[in-house]
C-alpha cells in the first residue's frame, strides 16, 4: 500500500505500514475508513506507529489528521453521526473498538493534549491531580509526587513551584500547554497524542515544547499532528503525509523531507501546495 | 504619478451629505438609550410610588399603638393573658379527657357509656377547674368591653367635625378610664380567691384515676402548671399597677410592631396589630419548599438536557419545560386545590404514610400545596438559567477531562457543575425571587392562616397552612380604605417585598460577577 515502505511488515499486521526496524509497533491501523454522517474523513488508512518514537502526521487542512488522531484514544466517540466503519486500531495488539474494550480505561493509557490550551480554571496543583484523584489516588503523599514528577518531566516546575495553588489559567499560554502537558502526563499514559500542540505558542514558547517532546519520547510514545513544516522535522522520528483522507506517504522523517517518493508529498513539504 | 482617487470621498463636502447619515444613527442611540433610562425610571417611580404610600403607615401606627396605651388596651392586657392561659390549662385537660377515651377503649371491653362514666369524675374536675377561675374571665371581659367602648368613643370623638375644626378639646381619657383603673382595688383580693380556688380543684385531682402511666404523668405535669398559674397570679397585677398611660409611644416601636410582630389582625373588635412575620415567614417557608423541588428537578433537568440528552430529547424536554412557564398561574392554583391539595389529603391519610411528620395533613391547602404547585412555576426559571450556565462552560473542559478517563457523570461533577456553579447559584436565587413574588398560587393553595408557622413541631410545619405577603395584598387591597392605616400597612408589605426580590437579584448578580469564570 505504501510504496516508500522498505522494512518487512509486522506480523501482527500484514497490510499496515510497518513500523522502524527494531521498534515494535505500539498503534497499528488497518484500513481504516471514518465517516461524520455522509462525509468521508479517513480512507482506508493503514499504518504502524513505533514505540517510544515521536510519529507526526502532516497534510493540507481538512485532510483527516485530526481525526485520525482522535481515533487513537476514541475521542470521536463523543460527535453525534461520527462512525468508523470499516477496519482496525490495535493498540498493543488489542482492538480498540472491540466491545470489550473500557474507553476510559483506554484514555488513561492514551493521553490527550489539544490544540487550544485547556487548563481547569483551577489551582495548577488540582489541575494536575484531577486524573489521579478520578482513579481514586487520595494519598497526599502520593499526589505530592505525582505533581513534582509530572512538572519536572514537563519542564515546568522551576517555575510553578511556588505558586501550585494559584489558579492554572494565570500562567502564560506556554506555560498553560505545558501545564497540560504536565497533566496528560500525570496520569502514567503510554501514549501521549498531541494536536497541534504549539500552534498557539509563540516561538519560544513552541522551542520549549519541541524541546519537551524530544525528551519525553524516552518515556512515552508520542504522535503529534502539526502544521509546521520545520517543526515536523526538527522533532519527530517518522512523518505520515495525509491528503483527502488517504495515507499517501509514511516514513523516516528525513526520508519525507529529503527523499520523498510522491510527488504530492514533495509539493507539500516543499510548501508548494497546501 | 499617482492614480486619481475615484472612491467616495470620506472628506464631506456637501452640507447634508455626511450629517445625514449622523444624524439617523444618533436617533437609533437616542432611542436606546432612551429605553433603557425609562427601566430605570420605572423602577425609580415604583419605589416612590410604594414608599409614598407606605411610609405614612408608621406614623398612624403610632396614633394606632398611643389610643391602644390611652384608652387603656394596654392595661388590659395581662389579664387577657391570665384568661387565655386558663383556656389553655382547660383546653389540655380536655386533650387528656379524649386521649383517655380511646385508652379504655383500645384497653377494656367498655362499651360507650361506660367509658363516659368512667370518665365522670375526670369531667368534674375539668368543669371544676374552669369554674375557679370564673371571677377572673368575668373581671377579664368586662374590663375588656370598657377598655374597647373607650376607644370607640375616642375614635369617634376625633372623627367629629368640631374636633377637626380646633372647636373641641381633645378626648379625655383620664376620666374615661377612671372606672377602668378602679379594678386595681379589687384586683388583689380577687387574685387570692382565685388563686384558692385553683388550689383546691387541683389538689382534689390527685383522687383520679388513669388508663396508663403516660396519662397519669401528663395529668400530673398539668397540675403542676396549673399550680404554678396559681402562683403567678399577682403578676398581673404588678404589671397593672405600674402601668403608665402617658408615657408617651416612642417612633421606634410603630416600626419594631411591624418588623417584628407576630400578629396580622385586622377589623378586630380588641386592637388591630400589623406584624409582618407571619406573612414574612410563611413566604420564606412556601418559597423554601418550592425551592427544595424545584432546584435538584431544575438544576437536574439542566444536566440531563446539557450533558446527556441526545438532540431529539432535547428538543422534547427544553419545550416541554419551558412551556410550563406559560401556563397562567391561576391555572396552577386551581389545579393545586382541586387535584393536588386533594391528592395530598388521601395520600397523607394512607396507614403506612401516617410515620411522616405532618400527616394525615390536618388542612388539605398548605404551605406543602402551594410550595409543590410554586415549584412548578420555579423550575422553568431555575432550568432555563442553569442550563444557560452550563451551555456557557467552554467545551474544552469537557474534553479535557473525559481525554483523562473520566466517566460522563465524573466530568459532569468534577468539571462542569464546578464550573458553572457561579450561574447556577444565581439561577436558583432567580427563581427564589420568581417564588416569593408569585401570588395566585399562593392566595389559592397555602391555606390563609395568618400566624407564625410552628417550627417547634420540626417537619410538622411544613404542613401547616400560612399566609403570605403577596397574598395579603392580593386579599386584602380591595376592602380597604384608601389612605388608611390598613391601607399603607399593604403597601409597607409590598415595599417589603419589593426590597426583598431587588436584594435577591442584587445577590444574584453579584454571584455571576465574583464566581464568573476567567475567559480563556
Ligand atoms: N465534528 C465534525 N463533524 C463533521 N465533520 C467533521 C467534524 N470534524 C471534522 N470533520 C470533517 O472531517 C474532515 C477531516 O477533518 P479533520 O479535523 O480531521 O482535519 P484536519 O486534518 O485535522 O484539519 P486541520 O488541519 O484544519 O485541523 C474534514 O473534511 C472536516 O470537515
Ligand atoms: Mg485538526
Given amino acids: 500500500m505504501d510504496p516508500t515502505t522498505t522494512e518487512s511488515p509486522s506480523p501482527t499486521t500484514p497490510a499496515a505500514a510497518s513500523a522502524d526496524a527494531g521498534r515494535p509497533a505500539i498503534i497499528e491501523v488497518e484500513d481504516l475508513d471514518f465517516y461524520y454522517g455522509e462525509n468521508r474523513a479517513l480512507d482506508g488508512v493503514s499504518l504502524a506507529i513505533p514505540s517510544h518514537q515521536v510519529t507526526a502526521l502532516i497534510g493540507p487542512s481538512g485532510c483527516g489528521k485530526s481525526t485520525l488522531l482522535r481515533c487513537f484514544n476514541r475521542m470521536n466517540d463523543l460527535i453525534e453521526g461520527a462512525e468508523r466503519t470499516r477496519g482496525t486500531v490495535r493498540i498493543r495488539g488489542v482492538d480498540i473498538f472491540g466491545p470489550e474494550v473500557n474507553v476510559m480505561e483506554l484514555r488513561k493509557r492514551v493521553g490527550m493534549v489539544f490544540q487550544k490550551t485547556n487548563p481547569f480554571p483551577n489551582s495548577i496543583y488540582e489541575n494536575i491531580t484531577f486524573g489521579l484523584q478520578l482513579q481514586g489516588v487520595r494519598s497526599k503523599t502520593r499526589l505530592d509526587e505525582a505533581v513534582e514528577r509530572s512538572l519536572r518531566a514537563a519542564a515546568l516546575w522551576d517555575e510553578v513551584k511556588d505558586r501550585l495553588h494559584e489558579s492554572g489559567l494565570s500562567l502564560s499560554g506556554g506555560q498553560q500547554q505545558r501545564l497540560c502537558i504536565a497533566r496528560a502526563?500525570?496520569?502514567?499514559?503510554?501514549?501521549?497524542?498531541?494536536?497541534?500542540?504549539?500552534?498557539?505558542?509563540?516561538?519560544?514558547?513552541?522551542?520549549?515544547?519541541?524541546?519537551?517532546?524530544?525528551?519525553?519520547?524516552?518515556?512515552?510514545?508520542?504522535v503529534i499532528v502539526t502544521h509546521n513544516m520545520q517543526q515536523a522535522a526538527r522533532c519527530s522520528d517518522r512523518t505520515a503525509f495525509l491528503y483527502l483522507g488517504k495515507l499517501i506517504e509514511y516514513a523516516d522523517t528525513q526520508t519525507i523531507f529529503i527523499n520523498p517518493s510522491d510527488s504530492q508529498t514533495e509539493a507539500y513539504v516543499s510548501g508548494r501546495f497546501g | 504619478m499617482s492614480e486619481p482617487d475615484t472612491r467616495r470621498p470620506f472628506a464631506v463636502t456637501s452640507r447634508y451629505g455626511g450629517e445625514r447619515k449622523v444624524v439617523g444613527e444618533r436617533m437609533i442611540q437616542l432611542f436606546f438609550g432612551g429605553n433603557a433610562f425609562v427601566a430605570v425610571l420605572i423602577l425609580g417611580l415604583i419605589m416612590i410610588f410604594l414608599a409614598r404610600e407606605g411610609l405614612g403607615f408608621f406614623q398612624l401606627n403610632r396614633a394606632n399603638l398611643e389610643v391602644y396605651r390611652k384608652a387603656g388596651l394596654e392595661f388590659v392586657e395581662p389579664l387577657r393573658l391570665q384568661e387565655?392561659?386558663?383556656?389553655?390549662?382547660?383546653?389540655?385537660?380536655?386533650?387528656?379527657?379524649?386521649?383517655?377515651?380511646?385508652?379504655?377503649?383500645?384497653?377494656?371491653?367498655?362499651?360507650?357509656?361506660?367509658?363516659?362514666?368512667?370518665?365522670?369524675?375526670?369531667d368534674d374536675f375539668i368543669l371544676a377547674f374552669e369554674d375557679a377561675a370564673e371571677p377572673l374571665i368575668h373581671a377579664s371581659m368586662n374590663l375588656s368591653d370598657l377598655a374597647a367602648e373607650i376607644k370607640m368613643a375616642a375614635i369617634e370623638w376625633e372623627e367629629t367635625e368640631e374636633y377637626r375644626g380646633g372647636l373641641k378639646p381633645d378626648f379625655d381619657y383620664e376620666t374615661a378610664r377612671e372606672s377602668l383603673v378602679a379594678f386595681l382595688g379589687t384586683q388583689e383580693r380577687l387574685n387570692e380567691m382565685v388563686a384558692a380556688n385553683l388550689r383546691r380543684v387541683v389538689n382534689q385531682g390527685n383522687q383520679l384515676e388513669w388508663a396508663n402511666t403516660a396519662l397519669a404523668r401528663a395529668f400530673a405535669e398539668l397540675r403542676n402548671e396549673a399550680l404554678a398559674f396559681a402562683t403567678d397570679l399577682p403578676g398581673a397585677y404588678h404589671e397593672m399597677s405600674t402601668w403608665d398611660p402617658n408615657e408617651p409611644v416612642p417612633t421606634w416601636k410603630a416600626w419594631s410592631v411591624f418588623?417584628?410582630?407576630?400578629?396580622?389582625?385586622?377589623?378586630?373588635?380588641?386592637?388591630?396589630?400589623?406584624?409582618?412575620?407571619?406573612?414574612?415567614?410563611?413566604?420564606?417557608?412556601?418559597?423554601?419548599?418550592?425551592?427544595?423541588?424545584?432546584?435538584?428537578?431544575?438544576?437536574?433537568?439542566?444536566?440531563?438536557?446539557?450533558?446527556?440528552?441526545?438532540?431529539?430529547?432535547?428538543?422534547?424536554?427544553k419545550p416541554a419545560i419551558e412551556f410550563i412557564a406559560a401556563i397562567p398561574s391561576v391555572v396552577l392554583g386551581f389545579f393545586g386545590i382541586i387535584v393536588l391539595g386533594e391528592l395530598l389529603r388521601q395520600f397523607s391519610e394512607i396507614g403506612w404514610m401516617s410515620w411522616w411528620p405532618g400527616f394525615p395533613v390536618a388542612e388539605r391547602l398548605n404551605a406543602l400545596t402551594a410550595g409543590i404547585m410554586l415549584a412548578l412555576v420555579a423550575v422553568p426559571t431555575i432550568f432555563t438559567l442553569a442550563e444557560d450556565a452550563l451551555q456557557n462552560v467552554p467545551k474544552t473542559y469537557r474534553e479535557?477531562?473525559?481525554?483523562?478517563?473520566?466517566?460522563?457523570?465524573?466530568?459532569?461533577?468534577?468539571?462542569?457543575?464546578?464550573?458553572?456553579?457561579?450561574?447556577?447559584?444565581?439561577?436558583?436565587?432567580?427563581?427564589?425571587?420568581?417564588?416569593?413574588?408569585?401570588?395566585?398560587?399562593?392566595?389559592?393553595?397555602?391555606?390563609?392562616?395568618?400566624?407564625?408557622?410552628?417550627?417547634?413541631?420540626?417537619?410538622?410545619?411544613?404542613?401547616?397552612?400560612?399566609?403570605?405577603?403577596?397574598?395579603?395584598?392580593?386579599?386584602?387591597?380591595?376592602?380597604?380604605?384608601?389612605?388608611?392605616?390598613?391601607?399603607?400597612?399593604?403597601?409597607m408589605v409590598g415595599l417589603l417585598l419589593f426590597v426583598l426580590t431587588l436584594t435577591i437579584n442584587y445577590l444574584a448578580q453579584r454571584a455571576v460577577r465574583r464566581l464568573r469564570l476567567p475567559t480563556i
Fill in chain 1, 185 to 222: 502526563i500525570a496520569v502514567e499514559p503510554e501514549i501521549i497524542l498531541m494536536d497541534e500542540p504549539c500552534s498557539a505558542l509563540d516561538p519560544v514558547a513552541t522551542a520549549r515544547v519541541e524541546e519537551l517532546i524530544h525528551k519525553l519520547k524516552q518515556e512515552f510514545t508520542i
Fill in chain 2, 259 to 317: 418588623l417584628t410582630g407576630s400578629q396580622w389582625l385586622t377589623a378586630s373588635f380588641w386592637q388591630d396589630w400589623y406584624g409582618v412575620l407571619p406573612l414574612l415567614t410563611g413566604s420564606l417557608l412556601v418559597s423554601f419548599i418550592a425551592l427544595a423541588f424545584a432546584v435538584p428537578l431544575g438544576i437536574g433537568a439542566a444536566v440531563y438536557v446539557n450533558q446527556i440528552a441526545t438532540r431529539r430529547e432535547q428538543n422534547l424536554i
Fill in chain 2, 400 to 491: 479535557a477531562s473525559l481525554a483523562l478517563g473520566a466517566t460522563r457523570m465524573q466530568t459532569v461533577w468534577k468539571v462542569i457543575l464546578p464550573a458553572a456553579m457561579s450561574g447556577i447559584v444565581s439561577a436558583v436565587l432567580l427563581g427564589f425571587g420568581r417564588v416569593v413574588g408569585e401570588t395566585m398560587i399562593v392566595l389559592l393553595c397555602a391555606g390563609n392562616r395568618i400566624a407564625i408557622p410552628d417550627f417547634t413541631r420540626g417537619l410538622e410545619v411544613f404542613t401547616q397552612p400560612v399566609h403570605t405577603m403577596t397574598g395579603i395584598i392580593a386579599q386584602q387591597m380591595g376592602e380597604v380604605v384608601e389612605g388608611g392605616i390598613h391601607y399603607r400597612a399593604l403597601f
Fill in chain 2, 84 to 122: 387565655n392561659q386558663h383556656n389553655q390549662l382547660v383546653r389540655r385537660m380536655f386533650d387528656l379527657r379524649v386521649e383517655s377515651a380511646r385508652a379504655l377503649g383500645r384497653n377494656t371491653e367498655l362499651d360507650r357509656e361506660a367509658i363516659n362514666a368512667r370518665l365522670r369524675p375526670l
